[in-house]
């Protein structure tokens, strides 16, 4: 007897657990790959802010959202539109700094890292490292230079992960060789 | 060495999820992307590239198997041949890309291979291969699933991905795979 | 009415992707040095703009017209530039673009691992879909007297 699942069959959605096990199968590979976890981390980040450079692209393409006015509307946009269409959650924006130019991701569920458990030995491993490099490869594609890393994470034993991101400076467009 | 002092909370404490959560075709694609372009950096030729793919879908195929045995079939696996490949033609299937393999042939001219036939698979969907690398097949990722999954169901195999009809994946079981099925189908 | 070409920039000016279908007269120029021309063009009326109404630019720069075609812009928050020139009758091409942005560039180069980003867009599937899009546009009627 078998019970079949029934995961509706929307063309634009793909099995949430065939993305979080193609994730995983990354990181072993880049564990086995690099002898050095922070080498992994830095690996994972590069991936990221490639797919971040791309992803905004998607993001701008079906989103119809224009231009924020200012950080704290580019963090709920990337709360509420980004993180919803691209994993399904949207964290919670909190932990302003005074000044408004630093704040966190609280994230509940963390999609990546279902069935995930970090062996002892991997301290230094920061498995999810992907997402702080999308965030910082999409951001500066709409010309903000942005800081971002984990401050806590549920693999390593916090109640909550967290996101920190940090407001660097605005990005110019370039302006070609030989024009004004 | 790591002594966190903080309790890690155990997978096993959570309950199995029912396979419900989706997630925007959009991510995948751009993070199997990502991983295309990484393996291709540490490789020089095309069947190198695929032998990686495939590794990669090893990993994941090792991992979905416990999870469909798990919650579909009551910890039981097929004994017979014919019904294994009907379960990846339809249950894995219908776990990963949400609707069933198109098709499911038998060789004509050798009793050991199989074929799974998919028109569009979902890992070549945004791939549009350059003329000088016309026989890569990303599928190959798709086709380390199915080798994983056939290994992990003691029914050896090896699994390749081909451009015809859309993508076809060639299974060739091992020898005693098919002299162990006939014994079964005897019985 | 018909639509004679396109250039896609992105925003280091490099010219991702050209291509013409009805453009009767050519520049006499090469085609890197007319790119050029086009890019400066383009950053000028923006700064021109954006000097015209610095506070509430909205949507900015959307087309102009000569007496001999139409000049059709739409630019992404993330500095991609779609330029399409038509005849002078071609309506409002907006929704187009960004039909071209979403459904044919997003689709076909940003998800395909083969396109490296800020190169010459090289892939054939891009290049059909585009032309099949363009050419299936009531705009493209081609009555060629």
Not at chain 3, 114 to 123: A, M, N, P, R, V
Request: hydrophobic content about 35%.
């Amino acid at each position: 007897m078998s019970r079949q699942i029934g995961r509706s069959v929307d063309p634009k959605k793909v099995s949430g657990e065939l993305f979080t096990l193609t994730y995983g199968a990354l990181v072993s590979q880049l564990i086995k790959d690099y002898e050095n976890e922070d080498d992994v981390n830095k690996q994972l980040d590069k991936m990221g802010y490639n797919i971040g450079v791309r992803l905004i692209e998607d993001f701008l393409a079906r989103s119809n959202v224009g231009r924020c006015h200012d950080f704290r509307e580019t963090a709920d946009v990337i709360s509420k539109v980004g993180f919803k269409m691209f994993l399904g959650i949207t964290p919670v924006v909190t932990n302003w700094s005074p000044a408004g130019d630093e704040f966190s991701l609280l994230l509940e569920n963390n999609p990546l890292t279902d069935f995930v458990e970090l062996p002892d030995g991997h301290s230094n491993l920061s498995y999810s490292n992907i997402m702080c490099g999308v965030l910082r490869g999409a951001l500066e594609m709409v010309q903000l230079d942005v800081d971002v890393r984990f401050e806590q994470d549920q693999l390593k034993g916090d109640n909550i992960t967290e996101i920190r991101l940090k407001f660097i400076k605005r990005l110019e467009d370039a302006v070609p060789v030989g024009e004004d | 060495m790591a002594s966190t002092q903080k309790t890690k909370p155990s997978v096993l404490d959570r309950p199995l999820s029912k396979g419900k959560s989706e997630i925007n075709l959009s991510t995948f694609a751009l993070l199997f992307s990502e991983i295309v372009q990484y393996c291709q950096n540490r490789v020089a030729t095309v069947p190198e590239l695929q032998n990686k793919l495939s590794e990669m879908g090893q990993h994941v195929g090792v991992k979905i198997l416990d999870i469909i045995l798990i919650r579909e079939r009551g910890f039981k696996r097929e004994v017979k041949l014919l019904n294994m490949l009907l379960f990846i033609k339809s249950n894995v299937w219908k776990s990963l890309f949400g609707k069933e393999a198109d098709k499911l042939e038998h060789a004509n001219d050798d009793e050991k291979t199989y074929y799974i036939i998919e028109k569009e698979p979902l890992v070549n969907k945004f791939i549009s291969v350059p003329k000088d690398k016309s026989s890569l097949n990303c599928a190959a990722f798709t086709a380390g699933i199915i080798e994983s999954i056939l290994n992990g169901c003691n029914f050896p195999a090896k699994v390749t991905a081909h451009w015809h009809k859309g993508t076809t994946f060639m299974i060739k079981f091992e020898e005693s795979v098919i002299i162990r099925d006939k014994a079964v189908e005897g019985r | 009415m018909t639509i004679f070409n396109l250039y896609i920039f992105d925003r280091n000016g490099t010219c991702l992707y050209y291509t013409e279908w009805n453009r009767r007269n050519q520049s006499g120029i090469s085609k890197e040095e007319e790119f050029k021309l086009m890019y400066g063009m383009i950053l000028s009326i923006k700064s021109f703009c954006s000097r015209l109404s610095p506070t509430d630019l909205k949507d900015g720069f959307l087309s102009y017209r000569t007496s001999k075609y139409k000049l059709h812009f739409y630019e992404t928050a993330s500095g991609l530039k779609f330029i399409l020139n038509t005849d002078i009758n071609a309506g409002n091409m907006r929704d187009n673009i960004q039909q071209i942005y979403s459904n044919i560039y997003v689709e076909n180069v940003i998800k395909n691992p083969e396109c490296k980003l800020g190169q010459q867009i090289t892939s054939e599937l891009f290049q059909t879909k585009l032309d099949d899009y363009i050419r299936s546009l009531p705009q493209f009627a081609t009555k060629l007297s």
